[in-house]
Each structure stands twice: as structure tokens, then as C-alpha cells.
């Protein structure tokens, strides 16, 4: 991920062990979802210590950071293995492991040692408590605890958090379209990643992760709420009266209704004579909006343009990422672009006009 684009950041603790108190202060913190980690938080302390001592001797830049990233891939791969489905989708992080011994400059003997250590400890692992927190939260069959499982992996695992290869073009697109909002658009990005982001088989996270729990855990009910959830990205809508009075109708510019959507915040009094810009959700049948929206007057719905707002996003990702690189632990550099998108279903043929077009020329945003 690119600097600049609000990825986690933590304090490294980079030269000394942490006592147990501390560790488990700092394990929580990661996780920033309440959870009950208790369970497990002595087993991965243990390993934590073996980790920090063979980066102690073997590593010529020491950063904690990159131990507790160590230590949350074992905890994932424990619970329902996400991070090595996308270890084997994607060459730019084939071996994670690698990745996080490379940042901190180790050597080979050292490399060694932690693969064995974590290795060891995937196979020895007690039952994991963020797999307990996963499942408790889906089945409650609570929208809001189903996003919370979501965010945990769209926004803090930092496996994912590598394949965002630049955010900036999205904050840049949502900062426009919420006013300037900062703290609202990187909610609306990390809404819109948690339900809409796709691996480049065409996978959402939520739909990788009904995969890992129908295969590895035989859990087919799980498996079932995951695949019910329909997400529907940035899109702008026209309200109509809906009952009971907390809900809205909304239909899309392209066709869609949806009833009785359940809204967060207060409608504002003129709600019906303007029009909303959002995501939406919808979850055993009841329809959500998703992370922030915004109200405009209808002379914004008149120039609103789907495909211009996405070709723009996505056509800066992609031409980003085809003049970037990186090298995999083997020496070979391959671009980012061919590893993001290769597999995907997709028309690659520029289409000038459409990239120079945006539906916010000429719109007076008194922040452009």
C-alpha cells in the first residue's frame, strides 16, 4: 500500500521484549474490534518471544511491527486462512513470511528459524478466538457485526492492505463527492472495500471467506449468510416516502428499487425534493446503507455518471499500477499490474475520452 492512504500504523517496540501485560495490551489493540482473546493471547505471547529473539540475532533493522504482522498471520492462518489464499492468488506476496523477515533486513539462517517458528505454530495452535468472534458475529445474523467482521479484514489485515496498491484515487473521489469530508470519505473507503472490493478472481472478502468456511470448517450455514449479502457500490439515488418512517425507498438512476432501506442518521427535512449519493447493503433481506452518504440538490443527479465516476477510479488504479513494480523473493520483477488484474474479465483498451471526462467538472465545489 502507498503511504499517505491511512493503512494501520503502530508503535515498532523495536528493541526490547515486551513483558506478558504489555503483550497482551498490544495484541488487543491490534485486533481494534472488542474480542475476547484471552483464549489464545498466552500461546501467541510464547511465540512472540521466539520470533523477537531470532529477530534479535539475525535481523539488521529491528521493527516490532513486522513480528506482530508475523504473529497475525499465524492467527489467520489458525482461524480460517484467508491471508494464504491470497498468498497463492497473488506473486507480489507468494511468501508472506519472507515479506516481513525482508522488511527488517534478515538474514538467511534467521528466515530459517522463522519459518520453522511459525510453521510450528499454525500446527500447534489452540482454537482461535478470533474464529470464535468471526462466527459469533455472523451467526447473531446482525448486519452491523457482519460488517465488523468485514472491516477487521478489509481495513487491519495487513495482507489485504498490501494488494490496495494506491486508496489515494478513491480518497481523492470520495473527498469530492463528500464535500471535503476527510474522516468520512476513509469510512466510505473501507465501507466500500469490506463489501466491494474483489480479489482478481471476482471474489469479495466476504465471499472468499464463505469459501474458507464451507472448505475448512464444514460450515455450511456461515457459508450461506456470507454468500446472501448483496452489496451495491457508490451510486446516486432519488428517495421516495417509505414506511415505517426510519426507512427509505430508494431508486437508482439505472433502474434499481430498493424498500425500506434502514438508514443511520436523521433525513434532512427537504430529503424528498433532493437526491443521495451511497453505498447500500443488502443482508437477509433487509437493505442497509453502507458507511456515509451525502444529499445534493437534483441538478447533481442530472449530471451524475456512473461509469465516468468508476472508469476514473479504477483507470488511475490500473495505470498506476502498470508502471510499478516489484521483485519476488526469487529475484524475478514483474509489474504490479499483470499481478493485480491478470485474471480478471476486463476490456483493456484506453478510452481517452471517458478518463478525461468526470461528472465534477464545472460543478463549483468550493473545495476543488
Same mark, same amino acid.
Given at each position: 500500500?502507498?503511504?499517505?492512504?491511512?493503512?494501520?500504523?503502530?508503535?515498532?517496540?523495536?528493541?526490547?521484549?515486551?513483558?506478558?501485560?504489555?503483550?497482551?495490551?498490544?495484541?488487543?489493540?491490534?485486533?481494534?474490534?472488542?474480542?475476547?482473546?484471552?483464549?489464545?493471547?498466552?500461546?501467541?505471547?510464547?511465540?512472540?518471544?521466539?520470533?523477537?529473539?531470532?529477530?534479535?540475532?539475525?535481523?539488521?533493522?529491528?521493527?516490532?511491527?513486522?513480528?506482530?504482522?508475523?504473529?497475525?498471520?499465524?492467527?489467520?492462518?489458525?482461524?480460517?486462512?484467508?491471508?494464504?489464499? /491470497?498468498?497463492?492468488?497473488?506473486?507480489?506476496?507468494?511468501?508472506?513470511?519472507?515479506?516481513?523477515?525482508?522488511?527488517?533486513?534478515?538474514?538467511?539462517?534467521?528466515?530459517?528459524?522463522?519459518?520453522?517458528?511459525?510453521?510450528?505454530?499454525?500446527?500447534?495452535?489452540?482454537?482461535?478466538?478470533?474464529?470464535?468472534?468471526?462466527?459469533?458475529?455472523?451467526?447473531?445474523?446482525?448486519?452491523?457485526?457482519?460488517?465488523?467482521?468485514?472491516?477487521?479484514?478489509?481495513?487491519?489485515?495487513?495482507?489485504?492492505?498490501? &494488494?490496495?496498491?494506491?486508496?489515494?484515487?478513491?480518497?481523492?473521489?470520495?473527498?469530492?463527492? &463528500?464535500?471535503?469530508?476527510?474522516?468520512?470519505?476513509?469510512?466510505?473507503?473501507?465501507?466500500?472495500?469490506?463489501?466491494?472490493?474483489?480479489?482478481?478472481?471476482?471474489?469479495?472478502?466476504?465471499?472468499?471467506?464463505?469459501?474458507?468456511?464451507?472448505?475448512? %470448517? %464444514?460450515?455450511?450455514?456461515?457459508?450461506? &449468510?456470507?454468500?446472501?449479502?448483496?452489496?451495491?457500490?457508490?451510486?446516486?439515488?432519488?428517495?421516495?416516502?417509505?414506511?415505517?418512517?426510519?426507512?427509505?425507498?430508494?431508486?437508482?438512476?439505472?433502474?434499481?428499487?430498493?424498500?425500506?432501506?434502514?438508514?443511520?442518521?436523521?433525513?434532512?427535512? %427537504?430529503?424528498?425534493?433532493?437526491?443521495? #449519493?451511497?453505498?447500500?447493503?443488502?443482508?437477509?433481506?433487509?437493505?442497509?446503507?453502507?458507511?456515509?452518504?451525502?444529499?445534493?440538490?437534483?441538478?447533481? /443527479?442530472?449530471?451524475?455518471?456512473?461509469?465516468? #465516476?468508476?472508469?476514473?477510479?479504477?483507470?488511475?488504479?490500473?495505470?498506476?499500477?502498470?508502471?510499478?513494480?516489484?521483485?519476488?523473493?526469487?529475484?524475478?520483477?514483474?509489474?504490479?499490474?499483470?499481478?493485480? /488484474?491478470?485474471?480478471?474479465?476486463?476490456?483493456?483498451?484506453?478510452?481517452?475520452?471517458?478518463?478525461?471526462?468526470?461528472?465534477?467538472?464545472?460543478?463549483?465545489?468550493?473545495?476543488?
Amino acid at each position: 500500500m502507498k503511504s499517505g492512504t491511512h493503512s494501520p500504523r503502530f508503535p515498532s517496540h523495536s528493541y526490547y521484549m515486551l513483558t506478558l501485560d504489555r503483550f497482551t495490551t498490544e495484541w488487543q489493540s491490534r485486533h481494534h474490534f472488542p474480542m475476547d482473546l484471552s483464549g489464545d493471547t498466552p500461546f501467541y505471547y510464547e511465540v512472540y518471544t521466539r520470533l523477537q529473539d531470532i529477530a534479535e540475532k539475525h535481523a539488521r533493522r529491528m521493527h516490532g511491527s513486522c513480528i506482530f504482522s508475523l504473529l497475525m498471520y499465524v492467527e489467520n492462518t489458525v482461524a480460517i486462512g484467508l491471508d494464504a489464499c /491470497y498468498e497463492r492468488l497473488y506473486r507480489s506476496i507468494q511468501d508472506l513470511v519472507w515479506h516481513w523477515c525482508h522488511l527488517i533486513d534478515m538474514d538467511g539462517e534467521g528466515i530459517t528459524q522463522v519459518r520453522r517458528v511459525v510453521a510450528q505454530a499454525i500446527a500447534t495452535a489452540p482454537d482461535s478466538s478470533l474464529l470464535r468472534w468471526m462466527e459469533a458475529g455472523i451467526l447473531s445474523r446482525d448486519f452491523f457485526r457482519l460488517k465488523d467482521v468485514a472491516l477487521f479484514f478489509a481495513q487491519y489485515d495487513l495482507t489485504l492492505c498490501l &494488494l490496495y496498491h494506491n486508496l489515494s484515487f478513491r480518497e481523492d473521489a470520495y473527498m469530492r463527492i &463528500l464535500k471535503g469530508d476527510e474522516r468520512k470519505a476513509w469510512e466510505m473507503i473501507w465501507s466500500d472495500m469490506a463489501f466491494n472490493w474483489q480479489d482478481k478472481t471476482g471474489l469479495t472478502i466476504l465471499e472468499r471467506l464463505a469459501e474458507q468456511f464451507d472448505i475448512r %470448517n %464444514n460450515h455450511t450455514e456461515i457459508a450461506n &449468510l456470507l454468500d446472501s449479502v448483496r452489496p451495491e457500490r457508490l451510486e446516486i439515488y432519488l428517495p421516495q416516502t417509505s414506511a415505517p418512517e426510519e426507512t427509505l425507498t430508494l431508486t437508482s438512476k439505472y433502474g434499481g428499487t430498493f424498500g425500506q432501506v434502514i438508514c443511520h442518521d436523521p433525513l434532512p427535512e %427537504n430529503y424528498q425534493k433532493l437526491c443521495f #449519493v451511497g453505498q447500500l447493503v443488502t443482508y437477509l433481506g433487509k437493505t442497509y446503507i453502507n458507511g456515509p452518504g451525502v444529499w445534493y440538490d437534483r441538478t447533481f /443527479y442530472d449530471r451524475w455518471d456512473s461509469s465516468i #465516476v468508476w472508469h476514473e477510479i479504477e483507470g488511475n488504479e490500473r495505470e498506476e499500477a502498470m508502471f510499478s513494480s516489484f521483485t519476488t523473493p526469487s529475484g524475478e520483477e514483474f509489474r504490479y499490474y499483470d499481478d493485480l /488484474y491478470a485474471d480478471n474479465n476486463e476490456d483493456d483498451e484506453d478510452d481517452d475520452e471517458m478518463l478525461n471526462k468526470t461528472c465534477f467538472d464545472g460543478f463549483g465545489f468550493p473545495f476543488a
